[in-house]
Nanobody
Framework: VQLQAFGGGLVQPGGSLTLSCAAS????????IGWFRQAPGKEREGVSC????????YYADSVEGRFTIARDDDRKMVYLQLSSLEPEDTAVYYC?????????????????WGQGTQVTVSS
């Protein structure tokens, strides 16, 4: 049972990037998957989440309208498309599984984490 996050990189302000989270050992239909990020010296914060089941979606206010989350149950993948990127989006991004169908707001509610992928927004 694991998650692997990848797809980070260096991008200019205003640019786009797509992060991927590959799940193995469990079905995405039964668990919420969240994306979190942590910048140096800051607390880990929730960015977006897609629930299991019906796939309800949530975004943090800071990324609403710029980021898009999507879930592919057959491929066991969760994607986070980042657009209109700002330097403030620079962070290590993590995907995580919550042991429930519904999303939770705190990173403490998630029990399985991917290794993180660095996103750097800079000119």
């Amino acid at each position: 049972v694991q998650l692997q996050a990848f797809g980070g990189g260096l991008v200019q302000p205003g640019g786009s990037l797509t992060l991927s989270c590959a799940a193995s050992g469990f079905s995405l239909r039964y668990y919420a998957i969240g994306w979190f990020r942590q910048a140096p010296g800051k607390e880990r914060e929730g960015v977006s989440c897609v629930s299991g089941g019906d796939g309800n979606i949530y975004y943090a206010d800071s990324v609403e309208g710029r980021f898009t989350i999507a879930r592919d149950d057959d491929r066991k993948m969760v994607y986070l498309q980042l657009s209109s990127l700002e330097p403030e989006d620079t962070a290590v991004y993590y995907c995580a599984k919550r042991p429930y169908i519904l999303c939770g707001s705190s990173f403490t509610q998630y029990d399985l984490w991917g290794q993180g992928t660095q996103v750097t927004v800079s000119s």
